[in-house]
């Protein structure tokens, strides 16, 4: 999670490695170490409301445990040992989207995303969470499995409909059904030991889940790099422990994370360049004390000297630009470094998407953890995209794109959903 812009890092040490084992108190009865600081941070809620108005699940189920000040009020009570971690606590809890748009209009400068990490990663809460989330984590971050699962999302296409009202179980397969099939890599991936290019010193990063469905992306980055006298180099295919992170999983959110860093500073990179605005920031500060600076690819490209002296053929169409949660956290210059990079292809006309950065209800697993809730949250935007009629729709988040790219329900023909830099690249004249 990004720091709001303009405003220092709240989340310097949330979760982010060992030190979360409960010891023993006094009476042999469980204390979690960070218990009083987050406490603290709760204390901190004025209990005003005005987080309510801007909170996707509070606008979705319209109960107080789904909006932030509720969550605030069982965290504080969690952490005073004044109530149990209850199956319906921890659901509340654990279906917080952490967008933290909250933030942004707290008068008294709650750090919620701190205290929602911190409290995810208490061992009362992890207890009570069913051991297939576990499961599901290790299948999306270790590429072997993740590659045996992905063959087998052929066989869920009965479930591809996601009816009104259906159980869980069926809505989490309905929505993996609906994921298109990746698109194979042009090349070898990247071994056990340096980028799979000649050493360089910036690098593509793919991340994890991302790796599978973003080969597209990457030649694209690529060609583009190469007409700007740029050649780019593969990182591994590594991830960087956000998925862990809102978990609640903090010591192997911080193991991923330190894998990640150790492999590309024996590589000696100095420049990482990622193409999934969720995991933007989380690889910033993995990799901030390994020297090695991280930025959006699109940002980069938009910022390159010789951009300039390309050339893109026209494209007419409507273009809508949804903004995903994790660009909106990254600050203005991402979502205006979008906007610069199709302003260079003639003949696009942007479309205003009546919410632009109105949640998808993928969040990273959380659509796997949450699927009714992310069902109503994607056919909010669905429906903004309807009202826009646009000819192509763009985003920089993978699991956005996902989310938005599956069947659609009545029939209708999706609309194509890209990352900006592809479309880019499609118009790019040599």
């Known amino acids: ?38 406490a603290g941070i709760a204390d901190q809620c004025v209990l005003c409301g005005l987080c309510l108005p801007v909170c996707p699940t509070y606008a979705v189920a319209r109960e107080e445990g789904e909006s932030p000040r509720g969550r605030i009020m069982l965290a504080r009570a ?3 040992d004044e ?15 952490a967008c933290r748009r909250c933030e942004a209009v707290c008068p008294a400068g709650v750090r919620y995303g701190s205290l929602i990490a911190g409290v995810r990663a208490m061992p009362a809460l992890a207890r009570r969470r069913p051991r297939w989330r576990r499961l599901m984590l290790r299948v999306l971050t270790r590429a072997p499995l993740r590659r045996w699962a992905l063959a087998a999302l052929p066989l869920l296409r009965p479930f591809r409909r996601l009816p009104a009202g259906a159980a869980p179980w069926r809505l989490r397969l309905g929505l993996l059904a609906g994921l298109p099939a990746p698109v194979p890599a042009a090349a070898p991936a990247p071994g056990p030991g340096a980028p ?21 992306l990457h030649r694209a980055a690529r060609r583009l790099f ?9 990182a591994p295919a590594l991830c960087c422990g956000n998925l862990a992170l809102h978990d609640g999983l903090a010591d192997e959110a911080a193991r991923q994370a330190g894998a990640l860093a150790g492999r590309l500073r024996a590589s000696g990179v100095r420049r990482v360049l990622g193409t999934a605005s969720g995991c933007q920031d989380r690889a910033r500060r993995a990799l901030a004390e390994a020297g090695i600076e991280v930025q959006e690819l699109h940002v980069a490209l938009a910022g390159h000297p010789a951009l300039a002296r390309l050339r893109f053929a026209p494209l007419p169409g409507r273009i809508a630009i949804h903004q995903p949660c994790s660009q909106r956290l990254l600050g203005p210059a991402s979502h205006q470094a979008v906007l610069d990079l199709l302003g260079r292809i003639p003949g696009l006309v942007p479309v205003a998407l009546p919410a632009a950065d109105r949640c998808c209800g993928a969040a990273g697993s959380h659509f796997l953890a949450q699927p009714r809730q992310a069902v109503a949250l994607r056919e909010r935007v669905v ?40 479309l880019l690249a499609r118009q790019l004249q040599t």
């Open 196 to 216: 799979a290019d000649a050493a360089a010193d910036t690098v593509l990063w793919p991340g994890c889940v991302a790796a599978d469905w973003e080969q597209p």
């Open 383 to 422: 429906l903004d995209i309807d009202a826009a009629q646009p000819d192509t729709v763009v985003s920089t988040n993978i699991g956005c794109r996902l989310m938005l790219a599956r069947p659609r329900q009545d029939g209708r023909p999706t609309i194509e959903v890209v990352h900006p830099v592809e």
């Open 226 to 234: 190469r007409a700007l006298g740029q050649p780019l180099a593969m």
């Open 83 to 97: 109530a149990a971690p209850s199956p319906a606590l921890v659901g509340h809890l654990d279906s917080c989207l």
């Open 78 to 80: 969690l952490l005073r």
């Open 1 to 38: 999670m990004a720091a709001m812009p303009g405003v220092p890092d709240p989340h310097p040490g949330d979760a982010q490695g060992p030190g979360h084992e409960p010891v023993a108190a006094e009476g042999g009865r469980p204390v979690y170490p960070d218990a009083a600081r987050l």
